[in-house]
């Protein structure tokens, strides 16, 4: 199988899963959902490391990577940091 | 011969690794959705990302020279991202989460740039037509997230101008620009093609997001992390990873789920929300007047609502954004714990689109220390006000009027409702008869069982504490 097919392949069952994992969720959890499925998506973080591996040592691909790398991390740790703290605040009484 | 360290950066022990990091996203997705396991479904997932990068570097190894460019960047937005979500308030969630997901989204646009015009290696047709999904998708997630984040925060107004028929016109040659661009990016990666594209998609995502009203930022925002994901995906194709294709593409996808729940909760359609222009805007731009005829008004003072509340014996609380800008929580908490001292049945009631994103009133009473089983969704509430005796209305506006259910000419008929008129006494806390996000006048108001309490939330819930206390109402119980 060539990488193109197996790539839509992954697309297309991964976009299916997607939509299933949600399928019924509180509207508590709405705000905190959409911040965690948000750092998720900063994922591209992947995409940044592979392109400062095989930048060559290229210092103009290097910096925009470097860059990329950089904003997708901002999302990544800012969208988990926020989540928890969000998350951190639904206790039921007594918790403590 | 094969050593442990070759075996340790082999395609097998990084196919492994991706695959657990694949199944962790998906599983911390997954209980996200659920109360009892989102703070630990959250942790999974970040250590799931964290798992995909270890196996990532294993497998590269990148040279020393890179360890530098890897550690700037990483360093960088750690560091940034902390201080963000460390310090940004409660109240202002809405606008972070927009802001983090355009920066998501210029990471994508960033990736797919410098390969379009430094990486040789992407010379494909499917690297270039991937290449121009991913400038498309990033570029307009990235502007629009940006716009979406400067309206909410009132740095930027619904300008007159963007609610004319000419906006769909502009929007119209911006898309065809950037079908253009991309159209012709495959013959000429690095060259005029990219710009144009990159340009006009941003342009469009200005141009999309800002005649939109305030009242449909939340569905904005979410479709706007629907579309990060969908970046994230693109960019997946353009490096070639699988791993960044699943999670994109599943983010996108649940992202689009979680949209049409929010429209589903305010009766709009995710199309009139994107070319409908502002709801109610008729009122907003340049009607000067905000107080739009009311005539049958009756306020009263604190010291009357205390009353009611003293002879009460359940009273609903329906907390909405005035509260949420009042940073008024943890008075309103402070209040409740005083009623329910006296032996008042208290609870919250939290409409789907409460605050400025569907369980974003949640979050913020959860932060005062209202016990979770007090807030009473809309289904439960709506048949239990008839036998209430006090509904106190905190800066909800369009979210309790009750035209949605009786007037058809109304923008809002047909939008689920909290139903405070069925309640004996209906008290509305507000600054001013100023109009709501939807810019409707609300016939609750004019009602003979309603009363205005004007003033800022926060004073006017310690104003009711200490007429409370005036009345005896701490002291009484303690004595008996």
């Not at chain 1, 069952?13 to 911040?35: A, R």
């Not at chain 2, 606008?95 to 410098?114: D, I, Q, T």
């Not at chain 2, 983010?251 to 359609?269: D, E, P, Y």
Request: net charge negative.
């Amino acid at each position: 199988m060539n990488s193109l097919s197996s790539s839509l392949w992954v697309l297309l069952l991964g976009s299916l899963l997607g939509l299933e994992l949600i399928g019924k969720v509180p509207p508590t959890l709405h705000t905190p959902l959409m911040s965690g499925a948000n750092a998720i998506s900063g994922i591209t973080i992947l995409a940044s490391l592979t392109l400062i591996g095989r930048a060559h040592g290229q210092p103009a691909l290097l910096a925009v990577a470097s860059v990329s790398l950089a904003f997708a991390l901002y999302n990544v740790v800012g969208g988990f940091v926020v989540t928890d703290r969000m998350l951190a605040m639904f206790r039921r009484r007594g918790e403590r | 011969m094969t050593t442990p360290m070759d075996f340790l950066h082999g395609p097998l022990v990084s196919e492994a690794i991706d695959l657990g990091a694949v199944l962790l996203l998906a599983l911390g997705l997954k209980g996200l959705a659920k109360v009892s396991s989102a703070r630990s479904a959250n942790a999974l997932a970040a250590a799931a990302m964290l798992l995909a990068v270890v196996g990532l570097l294993l497998q590269q190894q990148p040279e020393p020279a890179a360890w530098a460019w890897i550690a700037a960047g990483t360093g960088l937005g750690t560091v940034a991202g902390m201080v963000t979500a460390r310090r940004v308030p409660m109240t202002a969630m809405p606008e972070v989460v927009a802001l983090f997901n355009g920066c998501g989204g210029m990471a994508s646009l960033l990736v797919a740039m410098g390969v379009a015009l430094f990486d040789a290696d992407a010379a494909g047709l499917v690297d270039r037509i991937s290449i121009a999904v991913s400038v498309f998708v990033g570029a307009i997630t990235f502007s629009g997230s940006l716009v979406a984040m400067a309206k909410l925060q009132g740095w930027l107004d619904t300008p007159a101008w963007t609610q004319s028929q000419l906006r769909h016109g502009v929007n119209l040659v911006l898309a065809l620009l950037c079908l253009g661009g991309a159209l012709l990016l495959p013959a000429d990666p690095g060259g005029l093609p990219l710009w144009l594209l990159g340009i006009a998609a941003t342009l469009l995502g200005i141009g999309v997001t800002l005649p939109i009203g305030g009242a449909d930022m939340p569905v904005v925002i979410s479709l706007l992390n629907s579309y990060s994901g969908v970046a994230a995906a693109a960019a997946g194709f353009v490096v070639g990873s699988r791993l960044l294709i699943v999670a994109g593409a599943m983010v996108g996808a649940a992202g689009l789920i979680l949209t049409q729940v929010m429209c589903t909760a305010m009766n709009r359609s995710l199309v009139s929300v994107l070319f409908g222009g502002a709801l109610g805007a008729g009122a907003h731009v340049g009607g000067g007047g905000d107080e739009a005829g009311y005539s049958r008004i009756t306020s009263c003072s604190p010291e009357e609502c205390a009353m009611a509340l003293e002879q009460a014996e359940r009273v609903v609380f329906v907390p909405g954004y005035g509260l949420a800008v009042a940073q008024a929580q943890h008075a309103l908490r402070e209040l409740s714990k005083l009623l329910e001292a006296h032996g008042v049945e208290v609870s919250y009631a939290i409409h789907p689109v409460a605050g400025r994103m569907p369980g974003h009133m949640n979050v913020l009473l959860a932060e005062a220390d209202v016990p979770y089983e007090q807030l009473l969704e809309m289904d439960t509430i709506n048949p239990e006000f008839p036998r209430t005796d006090v509904v106190i209305v905190l800066g909800a506006n369009d979210v309790v009027n009750p035209q949605a259910k009786s007037d058809p000419s109304s923008p809002l008929f047909g939008m689920p409702v909290l139903e405070v008129d069925q309640a004996r006494q209906v008290f509305v806390v507000k600054r001013s008869l100023g109009a709501g996000y939807a810019g409707i006048a609300n016939a609750l108001f004019e009602l003979p069982q309603t009363a205005m309490v004007f003033g800022d939330a926060k004073a006017v819930i310690n104003g009711l504490i200490s007429e409370l206390r005036a009345l005896g109402v701490g002291r009484a119980k303690m004595a008996a």
